[in-house]
C-alpha cells in the first residue's frame, strides 16, 4: 500500500519556523525519524518513508501555500495514489493550539491551501489532519498571525505534539482513517 502525505507550508527559510509550516515541521520530523531526506523534485520537496509494509510518499509543496493544489495533483497523479489514500497536513486557526484533528473530508474552512487543493482535485474528499495554531489576533491580523513565529511557550510543547502529529500519519496508514480517528482525536 502507498500514501501520499502532504504537509502544507511555504518554502523558504522566512518561513521555516511559522505557524503556517507545521506542515513542513511535522513532515520533516517523520522524515528524520526514518533517517531519510527531502530532495527537491516537481513542485515539492520530496522523500519516501517506509513503515510496517507501507509507503508514505511525503511531499512539501514548493509553490507556495495558496497554489498547493497543483503539486498534490501532480503527485497524486504521477505516483497513482487515489484521494483515499491522501493525506495533508495543514494548520488551523479554529483549534486551540496543539490540538490535532483527523477528518476523512471537510470544508477549506478558509484555509487557502485546501482552497486550491479542492480546486484541483474537484473534490474535498481527502483525509485532513489539522494541527490548532489556535487563534489569537486581531481581526483583520490573521495572515500576519499565521506568519509569525511561535511564541516561547508554545515552542515549549510544540515537539511533543508534532511528534503525536506523526503517530498519527503512520496509523492512517496501518489501521486507517476511522481507527485513527477513535484512536488519536481526542487526545
Do not use: C
Request: aromatic content about 10%; glycine content about 10%.
Amino acid at each position: 500500500m502507498k500514501y501520499l502525505i502532504v504537509g502544507l507550508g511555504n518554502p523558504g527559510a522566512k518561513y521555516e519556523n511559522t505557524r503556517h509550516n507545521i506542515g513542513f515541521k511535522v513532515l520533516d520530523t517523520l522524515n528524520e525519524l526514518s533517517n531519510t531526506s527531502f530532495k527537491e523534485e516537481k513542485h515539492a520537496y520530496y522523500s519516501s518513508v517506509k513503515h510496517k509494509a507501507r509507503t508514505y510518499h511525503l511531499i512539501k509543496p514548493t509553490t507556495f501555500m495558496n497554489l498547493s493544489g497543483k503539486a498534490v495533483n501532480y503527485w497524486m497523479q504521477s505516483l497513482k495514489i487515489s484521494a483515499e489514500n491522501i493525506l495533508v497536513v495543514t494548520d488551523d486557526i479554529a483549534l486551540p493550539f496543539g490540538t490535532l484533528r483527523l477528518r476523512g473530508k471537510g470544508s477549506d474552512g478558509g484555509h487557502n491551501g485546501l482552497k486550491d487543493i479542492n480546486y484541483y482535485l474537484e473534490h474535498n474528499k481527502y483525509a485532513r489532519l489539522r494541527f490548532g495554531v489556535g487563534g489569537q489576533f486581531l481581526k483583520g491580523q490573521q495572515a500576519q498571525y499565521v506568519l509569525s513565529d511561535w511564541l516561547s511557550d508554545e515552542e515549549n510543547d510544540l515537539q511533543e505534539r508534532i511528534e503525536q502529529a506523526t503517530k498519527m500519519i503512520l496509523a492512517f496508514g496501518t489501521i486507517g482513517l476511522a481507527q485513527t480517528m477513535s484512536n488519536f482525536n481526542k487526545k
